[in-house]
């Protein structure tokens, strides 16, 4: 299944190492996408801690870890992904 995001979170993502894959295919890359756990509804996602994914978009916080990416968060908001 394709997924489509908006103009604007393609262009804010620029640090995307996965070339977008997740658009593509769903997969981060080779792996699956981090498991959400919820949002604050502003362009955080909180993440299941998984310190072995390498991604530039993911920030700990506490003990928790925050994706700040643009596209990721879009595709949780519209297809829950």
Known sequence: MEFTVSTEALLETTNCSKSYSCLSTGQCGDSEPCNVISTNGTGYLFLESDKSKKCRYQLPF???TICTCPVHFEL???YNV
């Open 62 to 64: 506490f003990n928790k």
């Open 76 to 78: 949780f908001s519209k």
